[in-house]
């Protein structure tokens, strides 16, 4: 956890992680409206959530021209095979994780929310394989950005501690997966556990590998899968 502390203007800082936390989020329910309202229904709305990622990802772009700080505050460390290996030594143990911790919220009568539901039963049609791909590959960019890249180190400048901000980080980001369940939100706070402590070691590249590896295969491999059933 050797993280450079950077100082960045503290207005234009608080209005980043506004966005990043949270704020992208609460857009989605708008765009879902819209999309229902044009016709889209089912797997294909899961998209709502991508145009808010967008919405989110350029209003934050304008905060970072406003703070004068460069693409590389936010994406930053290895990139090379080094970094991919480890990023999937770290994902094997966050699967192992999240099997024991879906098993402990099995015991503890957690129930599971729409979307899981709705990943679990899989697809009606090949086509929708582009939505699920779509949203997962997008939010593998988009969350690393947000969630570690630029909130882990603009909450590092303005508290200066490095665990607090992981912290803060990692509660916002289980708290994104709340429409997943309270038992997917267990695992996922294991999960995110692990992709800051890689982000942390080995930069912002390295938690992106970890989590497109992870939404490629439950968004992509696994939902295919479920044609052939």
Known sequence: ???????????PAAVG????????????PLYRELMISTGLRGVWTVLSYTLAQVTGFVILLLVMRWEGSEWSSIWFGEKGLRAFAESMIFLIAAWALWGFLYWIGSQLGLGTGYLEEMTRRGLSHPSEIVAFLTWGVSAAFFEETFYRGYSITRLYSLTGNLILSAAISIAFFTLLHIYFGPRIMLC????????????????????????????????GMFPALSLFR
Request: net charge positive.
């Open 188 to 219: 996922i706070l294991g999960w995110a556990i692990l992709d800051t402590w890689l982000f942390l070691r080995r930069g912002t590249y390295a938690s992106f590998y970890y989590h497109l590896v992870n939404n490629l295969l439950v968004y």
């Open 1 to 11: 956890m050797g993280m450079e502390r950077r100082e960045y203007p503290k207005g």
């Open 17 to 28: 992680l506004a966005i990043s936390l949270i704020g992208f989020w609460m857009i989605t």
